[in-house]
């Protein structure tokens, strides 16, 4: 089992940045794949950004896909998501989310997650 923990979020202006990151708990880290999400006040939650336990395989929104960037760092049981060019509609509660699984795959739906953390609030001026 695996907890986790966000952090980093905040108030930024448009066309600013953020570096979110989430923290876990465990030995095994590095078997996880990790995906971070959103949640707006009256949508639904949707994926951004996720990793294999690795770090070798990537894959983006299309709505964030240039502009933020997913990493981790097993050796700290981190993940990361540089956020840069934020937009008002980047604005919501981040989420991660782990899995295990074997090294190279990945999942961008959020019911194949078994683990998710608390979540931290991004707010993006215009």
């Known amino acids: 089992q695996v907890q986790l923990v966000e952090s980093g979020g905040g108030l930024v202006q448009a066309g600013g940045s953020l570096r979110l990151s989430c923290a876990a708990s465990?030995?095994?880290?590095?078997?996880?794949?990790v995906g971070w999400f959103r949640q707006a006040p009256g949508k639904e939650r949707e994926f951004v950004a996720t990793?294999?336990?690795?770090?070798?395989?990537?894959i983006y929104a299309d709505s964030v896909k240039g502009r933020f960037t997913i990493s981790r760092d097993n050796a700290k049981n981190t993940v990361y998501l540089e956020m840069n060019s934020l937009k008002p509609e980047d604005a919501a509660v981040y989420y991660c989310?782990?899995?295990?699984?074997?090294?190279?795959?990945?999942?961008?739906?959020?019911?194949?997650?078994?683990?998710w953390g608390q979540g931290t609030q991004v707010t993006v001026s215009s």
């Open positions: 989310a782990a899995r295990p699984t074997s090294t190279a795959v990945v999942f961008t739906r959020s019911t194949l997650y078994d683990y």
């Open positions: 465990g030995r095994t880290f590095s078997t996880y794949a």
């Open positions: 990793i294999s336990g690795s770090g070798g395989r990537t």
